[in-house]
């Protein structure tokens, strides 16, 4: 069950004491789902769901939100998927990668997995901006009970708070992220206190922890009950979450952090809710909030505050993640990445996703103004998510870890039930609001999409002109051209065939280097690649040398340092001597062929402004020659 892979994670992040590793994997990792007692129980009695609050009601969805929590965060996640690593990493996009892999020897099956992968990373992109929306809006909504008449200054508050935490991005969370542990367990700390003060009021309320009051209460509310999922799922708000961020921290320190800490808190905290709500059914139109004793409101406030702000930078540093990994992986132009650390490789920070998410989320707040009417929109896509998840981790399960059916397919189709009940409920969602993030995750499916086709077809168009090397080779023996000193470096995803930044080369300047290599880089779908499997060299003679330098979806891809790694004594790559060629593609659109019009034209922009291979592979400036050609698609 991928062991080799999460021995490798665990020994890698072994340096740690174990309890900084807890607390940092609870400030990073629980601060969406740590959150979520600020909404799900008003979202569910004050949501316009028709659920009463009385005995009956109370018991039944606090037994509907504790036992998804074990069954899906608990068994699925923690037990299940967080073992589904790919050499220590996780999320989507890892995990696709891995189902990409397992399903090899099925290309349709292998095609349409990668298919729902982008789907699922396409959601977390359109969760990542109603999370940090509902989230902030849900805390400084506090406000308005310690205070009367602020309820129109809850948007403008929660927009600079918003806005303030996409401008410090670009500095990093080096800084904010040594505060990010001991803050989120101060907030863990006081929910438990706040749950163990209402509980202690209406201690009957732990007869909800019997799953049969759920039963009950499906049986009671056969149209109801279903529908109510989309309100409970509220309080799994992310459970992906413990799988993207796996690569930081390992499995283990994830998973006692859940079981010792985060999940005993939420539970007490939605239990004293519960309590509170028995005693005082008024009390719905926030729970959280009037649990606390009212000389602690406006102390809890800025705590939750904080916290908030914590679980909008993990979803946040999350898409960066994501978004690297996708470029590796082939289905995103490439973007300028700039690392804010320089001891965490893992910590990015990507402008064109940082301001396109900020945009969002400032037209979320806008749209919706209240934590209660983007509840009403949240649901769908992380859901979906949460579904493709366990699709994939199926093919993963059945075909790469070869586990036997009679095991697998019980727990697996119990998953799939489950997350497939989650999602319908949501589903309604859709013409509530729930339409953003779905027709944002349209988008940047179309997007990936027609990268990824567009890729092809310009390779495809660019192999129909290639020479090929050996017939190459032999004319430059017949007829030698002019050689000068030094390597010439040729980029080109064909390394059997002639680039046409060469042969522009050779035509216009009527010139060859003495050393000429023609250089491909491949992207693995393992996270990373060791040093001793960095590169392949093959010599052609005549000075042609062939390399392929491999990196993996969470490597940096830096060419000359990789280069240094060639020790071949017919290989010279002295700074100073060495010169980059760049062949740069000017895509036209033609009548349809491969794609649509729209597509082609698309493509052709996305290719325009994509970040080039000069900055993506740190090629030195000084170094580089450029030469362009037009491709017709």
């Known amino acids: 069950m991928g062991q080799a892979g999460s021995q490798a994670a665990e020994r890698g992040h072994s340096a740690a004491k174990p309890i900084g590793m807890l607390v940092a994997a609870v400030g990073v990792v629980y601060g969406d789902i740590g959150t979520s007692p600020l909404y799900t129980l008003k979202e569910v009695f004050s949501g316009g769901y028709g659920v009463q609050v009385n005995h009956d009601g109370v018991f039944g969805i606090l037994a509907l939100i504790l036992w998804s929590l074990i069954w899906v965060v608990s068994i699925k996640y923690v037990l299940f998927i967080l073992r589904a690593d790919n050499q220590g990493e996780g999320g989507i996009m890892a995990l696709t990668a891995l189902a990409r ?140 979450a413990l799988y993207a961020d796996m690569g930081h921290f390992g499995r283990k320190p994830i998973a006692r952090a859940w079981f010792l800490l985060v999940l005993p808190a939420l539970v007490l905290n939605y239990f004293g809710q519960g309590a509170l709500l028995l005693g005082d059914p008024a009390a719905a139109r926030n729970p959280f909030y009037l649990l606390a004793p009212d000389w602690a409101l406006i102390p809890l406030v800025g705590l939750a505050t904080l916290a908030t702000v914590i679980a909008s930078q993990a979803v946040i540093s999350g898409a960066f993640s994501l978004t690297r990994q996708a470029i590796q992986l082939g289905y995103i132009p490439r973007m300028h990445i700039q690392h804010t650390s320089s001891d965490e490789q893992g910590q990015i920070y990507i402008g064109a996703v940082n301001w396109s998410l900020m945009v969002g989320v400032i037209l979320l707040v806008l749209g919706f103004e209240s934590s209660g009417a983007l509840a009403s929109a949240y649901g769908v896509a992380v859901t979906g998510t949460m579904l493709i998840t366990s699709i994939l981790v199926t093919a993963v399960m059945l075909l790469l870890w070869k586990w036997p059916p009679v095991l697998a397919v019980p727990v697996l189709i119990g998953f799939l039930l489950v997350d497939g009940l989650f999602f319908a409920a949501n589903v309604p969602k859709i013409v509530q609001g729930g339409a953003f993030p779905v027709l944002a995750g349209i988008v940047l499916f179309v997007l990936m999409t027609t990268w990824r086709r567009g890729k092809q077809l310009l390779v495809g168009r660019l192999d129909e002109s290639a020479l090929p090397l050996p017939l190459f080779i ?55 690649v060791p040093a001793d499997r960095r590169f392949e060299v093959d010599t052609y003679g005549e000075g042609f040398f062939r390399v392929i330098l491999h990196f993996g979806f969470m490597d940096e891809p830096d060419v000359p340092e990789a280069l240094k790694l060639c020790h071949l004594d017919d290989l010279d790559f002295n700074p100073m001597r060495t010169t980059y060629f760049l062949s740069r593609e000017t895509v036209i659109a033609t009548k349809p062929v491969g794609m649509a019009r729209w597509r082609e ?33």
């Open 474 to 528: 032999s004319s430059i023996r017949v007829q030698p051209p002019h050689r000068v000193q030094g390597t010439a470096v040729f980029l080109t995803a064909r390394p059997d065939a002639v680039p046409h930044a060469l042969l522009h080369n050779l035509l216009h300047n009527q010139v060859l280097h003495e050393q000429v290599v023609l250089l491909t880089v491949v992207n693995e779908d393992s996270p990373r």
């Open 101 to 240: 892999r397992a399903a090899s020897p099925y290309p349709r099956l292998r095609s349409l997995l990668v298919i729902l992968g982008l789907i699922g990373a396409s959601l977390f992109y359109g969760d990542s901006m109603i999370t940090p929306a509902i989230s902030v809006l849900s805390a400084v909504e506090g406000l308005e009970l310690a205070f009367s008449g602020l309820e129109r200054w809850v948007v403008p508050l929660a927009l600079i708070v918003l806005v303030a935490l996409f401008l410090i991005q670009r500095r990093g969370t080096a800084t904010l992220g040594k505060l990010f542990g001991p803050i989120m367990v101060l907030w863990f700390v006081v929910l438990a206190v706040l749950g163990i003060h209402g509980i202690y009021q209406h201690p009957e309320v732990l007869n909800a922890l019997n799953p049969i009051w759920g039963v009950r209460f499906f049986v009671s509310h056969p149209g109801m009950g279903v529908a109510i999922l989309g309100a409970v799922v509220l309080a799994l708000t992310g459970a992906e």
């Open 601 to 633: 034209a698309l493509f052709a922009f996305m290719l325009k402004n994509a970040n080039g291979n000069l900055r993506f592979f740190k090629l030195p400036v000084n170094r580089v020659i450029e030469l362009g050609t037009q491709v017709e698609m």
